[in-house]
């Protein structure tokens, strides 16, 4: 018999509504201090439980503990102005937003995500993963003016990360998962300096690394720009061949309900592909049979024994009970498609 493919997500869940407003990007917060955290591991342990019960071999935290994936590492970040407020194009101007500001060097103050990442540990006998954002994606979400370059404050930022990353793995995280939606929207800065700060975040792990990169979701920005790229969405065409060079284990792509061309997988031969079975956002639910037939359909380009059935990226901002039948589906398409 095959062994069964491994299920996971790609990292964020929706948070219930008692925590934070439901259905946004940008949520706020109701509860406050001591009571936060409670609910916060309150929230993570709903999630845990529900992942293991959708049958998902790989475990995250649902990104319970934090508002938004990029601004949730650099709380405890010292240089950053949380109160200059620049007005920043982000993705390649798709959208602006205004983003706190560096105005002095990076530093981290003390461990960031530990007792999360611990919390999680604690909580399931499974392999867990726990993401961060990586280092381009920080520097396309926040603004600059101490640094000579981008891609000078990127390999700061990379150093933190790999600080941090390297406590996550001492808790005993099996896979820290680096957010990259940038590299979709500057493939030229990517293949230049984006991939080699990556590395340098993920430097000397020891547990598996892994790198998402997707098209975005949730908002009319994202949604407008998408229809603008056409029949055959080919960033990952000048990516791949780089990032299969690269030091990184495991890559994550948007594949279900995209228009990536799934031909493109075969450009990471020696990678683990997570590869998204789960269509972003589409408030449709996906039957297990067609999580199967998505499986399969990604088993023409990947080895049985590298493919890791993804959610895809963008379930945080959907309804509660759709994201848990969602990762149902996940969890009994990849169960039919390992027999
Ligand atoms: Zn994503």
């Not at 319970?64 to 240089?79: C, E, K, T």
């Not at 602006?96 to 990442?117: F, G």
Request: net charge neutral; hydrophobic share 35%.
């Amino acid at each position: 018999m095959k062994k069964k493919l491994l299920a996971t997500t790609a990292g964020s869940l929706p948070k219930p509504e008692w925590l934070a407003e439901p259905e946004k990007l940008w949520p706020k917060w109701n509860l406050r201090e001591n009571a936060l955290w409670e609910g916060q591991k309150k929230a993570a342990k709903i999630w845990i439980k529900e992942q293991e019960q959708a049958g998902l071999d790989i475990i995250s935290d649902g990104e319970q503990f934090r508002i938004h994936f990029v601004h949730g590492f650099l709380q405890n970040i010292l240089g950053i102005n949380w109160n200059k407020k620049t007005p920043m194009g982000i993705r390649n101007n798709r959208y602006t937003v205004k983003v706190p500001t560096v105005i002095e060097p990076v530093q981290r103050s003390s461990s960031i995500h530990s007792r999360e990442a611990k919390f999680l540990r604690d909580n399931t006998e499974r392999k867990i993963k726990f993401s961060l954002p990586g280092p381009m994606t920080i520097c396309d979400t926040i603004a600059n003016e101490c640094y000579r370059s981008r891609s000078t404050m990127a390999y700061e930022f990379a150093s933190i990360l790999n600080e941090e990353a390297k406590e996550l793995e001492k808790i005993g995280v099996d896979i820290i998962q680096f957010d990259e939606p940038a590299f979709n929207s500057f493939t030229d800065e990517t293949l230049d300096w984006g991939i080699d700060a990556l590395e340098k975040a993920a430097e000397g792990l020891g547990c598996k690394t892994a790198v998402h990169i997707c098209y975005g979701y949730g908002i009319q920005e994202n949604i407008n720009w998408k229809k603008t790229l056409g029949e055959n969405w080919n960033q990952y065409q000048k990516i791949f061949p780089l990032l299969n060079k690269s030091t990184l284990n495991q890559i994550s792509l948007e594949f279900a309900g995209s228009n990536v061309p799934p031909s493109l997988m075969r450009l990471l031969p020696d990678k683990e592909l997570m590869v998204g079975v789960i269509t972003v956002v589409a408030d449709e639910l996906e039957t297990p049979e067609d999580v199967k037939k998505n499986i399969l359909s990604a088993l023409k380009y990947v080895d049985y024994e590298r493919l890791i059935p993804c959610s895809n990226c963008g379930m945080a901002p959907l309804p509660e009970q759709i994201a848990i039948d969602k990762i149902k589906s996940l969890g009994q398409g990849t169960l039919l498609a390992s027999k």
